[in-house]
Every structure is written in C-alpha cells, then in structure tokens.
C-alpha cells in the first residue's frame, strides 16, 4: 500500500508542472509551521532574480524565491496564515542572459486545505444476528485524503475493519487512536479519534447518523447579535434543522455575514432510539431492535414529562442555563443543566445533565429528562440529531 502511494507521489504529484519557461514542485511541507517550501526549476539557461505572484481572487503577494543552486531556486508560505482560500496560482517571471523576459503560469498549482485538512471521520460496528460485526468507515474532507494506517497503544493496522475485530473482546469504554492519512502530495497528516464501545456497538463520536430529506426555503444573512435559535424561531424551525443544513459545528461561532441555507429537515427511521419509561424512571437505548444498555433516569414531578414521540433536534456540551431571563454560565453550582443537553422536537424539554446526582432516580424534574453527568455525556457521543425518542407510562394510562 505505502509503496504504490509512494509510486503514485513520485510519479504525478510532486511535480506541478513541466510546460513553459519554469518548473515547480513541493520540495517540504512542515506539518507544526504550516510551511509549504516550492522548488523553482528553470527549464533553460538561469535567470536572474525570478519573482512569484501568489494570488486567489482579492488576495496577492509578491515573492522573491531564495537559489538553490544553478537555475533552482525555492519560496516558501505558510498555508494556515493566509486567508480561507481553496486553490493558489502562481506566476514566475525572470529575464536570462539575454535580457529576455521568461514566465510561466500555474493556475490553481495547489490547493490548501490539502494542506491543512480537518476531516470528519466516521466509524461504527454492530453485531449482526450471526454473530458478526457489520460496519463502515468514511471520511469527509475537501482534501485528497488516504489512509495510512491506524494506531491504538498497542497495535497498528491499516484498515479499519482490522481495528473494529481487534476491539471486539475489549471491555465497554472509550479507546483513543490515531488515524493517520497522506494527502495529494505524499506527506501524512495525523488525527486522535476516540471510539466507544458499548455492547455490540463500536462507534465514533455521532457516526449513527438518522438520515433525513430536505425541504428548501431559502437563505438567510447572519446579523450582529443572531443566534441559531433566534434565526429558527424566524422560520418555525428548530435550531437543529439550521445546525443540520449548514453542517454546523459550533452553533455557538456563526458570524455577521455568514450565508446560511434554511431547510425544512425530515427525518426518517433513525437506527438508534430512545425509550423513556416515566413509570420506572428508566431510559432504554436500542440499536435498531436490540437492547444496548440501560440507565436510571429522574423525571418529571406531578406527571410533568408528557409521553409521546420526540426527536433530538439540538445539542449542546458544557450548556450555560438561561433562567427568567438570568444566564448561568457553563459549569456553575447552580447551573442544573450538568454538562450536557439535548433538546427535544418539543422544545419546552430535553435530555441532560445534573448537579444533583442524588435526585437520580426520583420524579423531580419540571418535565426533562435527568441523568447522571458521565451517563448523558456516554448517549450524546452515542446518538445523532434527529434519533427518535418515545417517552411513555408502563403503569396506568
């Protein structure tokens, strides 16, 4: 595998370009600077003092390469400081002995999140009926990513079904690993993932996705002050349904001019449910039809917490609590909320922490569902937007 990647590195992709007057290609890239150094070749005689223009639309600068050697000179940039652009081009202009202008064009020579990739990687496992595991691996990136390999503390593998039947007598817990991937131009990027295992479950962070249609409305421009909650209740929306259209990672980091789609978000069948049983004080995870665990819950007092059929329609971690108008900030004494909240297709109410471990178990609430700290953060690193959620009474009504 790494020697046909090294092939196909040497081969098509160091080099950018071997037509016109210059030849360039990535000599070095430092992962901890960001440092990208490009190899100038004159494809003729030397020239005197060749100078690069990098430019992506408004964005411009002028270079003056280092030498090398005879004809061979270097510059370098560092792709995380410059602006959020997909693809640089250059232009290399020198004049020869001759005083003859030499130049050469690379339109769209490199592209930097190649450089700086952020990929969102996805991996789950379940036991099937026979016994064995099904499972399936993605990653999502702008760049030209390929496995390399994938290590834990005590093993390296190369693929990821490799890793998922080392895990499968391990204990229930979380495990760190590495995958590390080469990009277009041969050099290897790394990425801590971590990976629970619970039951017959073996997932990444949210990797169970509920899949779901779209329904397009329209768009709509961030202004100063906007949240995602105040911009889905313009629409009737819930703020899940903008967080999901956008691909939201933090719906705390929109900005002033961002451009975000408004969509109507209809979920299908979700692959992981929820079952509150108000009666018992109980909370049942299932994979499709399959028990996965169980936990002790506290619920509403006074029948507070009305049965029926819910989604998870937003999350969030360390939550500050917003109370008659009061902010509690994140991680307070009297903030309730614990470290976790997920809200409820009925917005009134959701799923989440507490800092009253002791009323665990109890009926105490004002109609949400409470559950241990270590608990609520275990389901949301389990469950994905839109995971149905069916509270009901298995005594009584």
């Known amino acids: 595998m790494k020697i046909k990647l090294l092939l196909v590195y040497l081969c098509t992709v160091s080099i ?24 100038v070749v004159c494809n003729f005689i030397s020239v005197e ?14 270079i003056l390469p280092k030498k090398l050697g005879l004809g061979s000179y270097y510059f370098s940039f560092y792709a995380g400081s410059l602006p959020k652009l997909a693809k640089l081009t250059a232009i290399i202009r020198g004049k020869d002995f001759m005083q003859n202008t030499r130049s050469s064009s690379f339109p769209d020579f490199i592209n930097l999140s190649d450089f700086r990739p952020s990929p969102e990687i996805n991996l789950w496992a379940a036991r099937n009926n026979a016994g064995e595991y099904e499972y399936d691996y993605s990653v999502t990136t702008d760049a030209g990513l390929v496995l390399s390999s994938i ?7 190369t693929q990821a079904i490799e890793l998922v039947q080392s895990m499968e007598n391990l204990p229930d817990g979380t495990y760190n690993t590495v995958f590390r991937f080469l990009n277009y131009y041969g ?8 990976l629970m295992k619970i039951s017959d479950l073996i997932l990444s962070e949210n990797s169970i996705k509920t899949e779901f249609d779209e329904e397009f409305i329209g768009y709509y421009v961030v202004s100063s002050n906007d949240t995602v909650s105040k911009i889905a209740t313009l629409y009737s929306l819930h703020p899940g349904e903008i967080v999901i259209a956008n691909n939201i990672k ?10 975000l ?21 109980k909370m049942y995870l299932y994979y499709h039809d399959r028990l996965i665990k169980n936990f002790t819950v506290a619920v509403g007092t006074s029948d507070s917490t009305p049965p029926g059929e819910y989604r998870i329609m937003y999350r ?24 976790r909240w997920l809200q409820l297709s009925f917005p009134q109410y959701g799923i989440h922490g507490t800092n009253k471990p002791w009323e665990i178990g109890k009926r105490i609430s004002h109609g949400c ?21 069916t509270v009901y009474k298995s005594e009584g009504e």
């Not at 003092?49 to 992506?56: A, E, I, K, N």
């Not at 050099?187 to 971590?194: A, R, T």
């Not at 299908?268 to 108000?278: Q, R, T």
């Not at 609590?321 to 903030?335: A, D, K, T, V």
Request: zero cysteines; a negative charge.
């Open 316 to 339: 969030e971690k360390e939550p500050a609590l917003y109370w008659y108008g009061e902010y509690i900030r994140p991680g307070s004494i009297i903030n309730g909320i614990g470290s």
């Open 187 to 194: 050099m290897e990027f790394s990425f801590d993932v971590k």
């Open 261 to 281: 789609k408004i969509s109507k978000i209809l979920f299908k069948d979700s692959p992981l449910s929820i079952k509150i049983d108000i009666s018992k004080n």
């Open 151 to 157: 290590s834990t503390p005590e093993s390296t593998f």
């Open 16 to 39: 950018i370009s071997l037509s016109g007057d210059f030849t360039l290609y990535i000599k070095n890239y430092d992962p901890q600077t960001s440092r990208v150094d490009v190899a």
């Open 250 to 259: 933090d719906p705390s980091k929109i900005f002033p001019g961002q451009v």
């Open 49 to 62: 003092d060749p100078r690069v223009t990098l430019f992506s639309g408004v964005f411009r600068r002028e």
């Open 369 to 389: 569902i409470r559950m241990f700290n270590f608990d609520v953060e275990q389901i949301d690193f389990i469950v994905s937007l839109g995971t149905q959620v």
